[in-house]
């Protein structure tokens, strides 16, 4: 939170949101993920400075983002309707997922592009297409969607319980890579525990995935695994970090994709991000429905029976970076 400026300029809410071309809604969740710097007057409205606007306008012209809006209404028309997820993956090589919803919410709210929740999804489509000629498509995407989002996370070998399969991968990884593997689930490790703060919620303790020692460097790590199409969520990484810095371990986060807050922030850390740009699914899975899913709605999955080369490869680098 800021302090305002003696005579400088401030902006409300919603004229902020007016200048910067987002919606209310957006600079609220700006708020609440801590993203975005701001004070609060004696009513308890927020306020944003001149200083903070600027500071946002630099941030998302090197983003991008005064493209963003033709990218989308482009991708939209050329698949005639697509829902929010299959979007942000679209354009995720150009723009953040976060700044594909606050776009399509602009474009909405300016009667740019069509939308209509069906089926539990927000789906878009163009403006000069009426729904009736596009929910065929919706439902065929939506039961490719039902696939992947339904197929088997939990894998079981030799009595080990993984609670995703690309933890196995990982693991495999990391011996073939000639860490030792020294616990799974980790909370507590050499002496020392992390507790979780009274704000919390009860449950399974707040955990890494894997605690490894790296014996060529004589260096333990501790890794997390966040094998999801959208990107981590900033708290769920300072946690990781947090339990990391409790139990002295060197961070690695292993994610399909990550912001490149995410990066700053473990990097911060001292700590390293493995970006594989796969969604990891264990075998089996169904040729026509996985050709059918990363053709048409081009989701990156991925199914391995054995560990990929790529993750074998990125610890051993990490070894010599130790």
């Avoid at 197929?151 to 991968?169: A, F, Q």
């Avoid at 002496?191 to 703060?197: L, R």
């Avoid at 074998?312 to 010599?320: G, P, Q, R, W």
């Amino acid at each position: 939170m800021t302090e305002p400026l003696p005579g400088g300029k401030e902006f409300s809410t919603s004229k902020l949101a007016k200048i910067l071309d987002v919606s209310t809604r957006t600079i609220y969740r700006w708020i609440e993920d801590e993203k975005i710097n701001y004070y609060r007057t004696g009513t308890g409205r927020y306020r944003f400075t001149e200083t903070e606007l600027k500071r946002i306008q630099s941030d998302r012209k090197a983003r991008n983002i005064d493209n963003i809006k033709d990218e989308i209404l482009r991708t939209v028309g050329t698949r005639k309707i697509v829902y929010l997820r299959e979007l942000q993956v679209a354009l995720e090589d150009y723009f953040w997922h976060e700044d594909v919803d606050d776009a399509c919410d602009k474009l909405v709210e300016s009667n740019e592009l069509n939308t209509e929740f069906y089926n539990e999804n927000r789906w878009f489509f163009p403006r000069n297409v009426i729904w009736g000629n596009v929910k065929d498509i919706a439902e065929y995407k939506k039961r490719l969607m039902n696939i992947y989002i339904t197929h088997p996370r939990k894998y079981v070998r030799r009595g080990v319980i993984y609670d995703d399969y690309s933890e196995m991968l990982v693991e495999d990884a990391l011996i073939k890579a000639g860490y030792d593997v020294v616990s799974k689930n980790s909370h507590y490790f050499n002496g020392k525990e992390y507790h979780q703060t009274d704000e919390e919620r009860p449950g399974r303790k707040k955990d890494l995935d894997y605690v490894a020692y790296a014996k060529a460097k004589d260096t333990y790590i501790g890794i997390q695994i966040k094998n999801r199409l959208e990107c981590p969520k900033v708290d769920d990484i300072h946690q990781m970090l947090d339990i990391c810095k409790t139990l002295d371990l060197i961070p690695v986060l292993v994610t399909r994709l990550s912001h490149p807050r995410i990066y700053e922030i473990v990097r911060t850390a001292k700590g390293t991000v493995f970006q594989v740009k796969r969604y990891l699914l264990q075998p089996p899975f169904d040729r026509v429905a996985f050709k059918q899913i990363t053709e048409d709605l081009k989701i990156p999955l991925s199914v391995y029976q054995w560990v990929p080369d790529f993750l074998i490869k990125d610890f051993e680098e990490l070894i010599a970076q130790l």
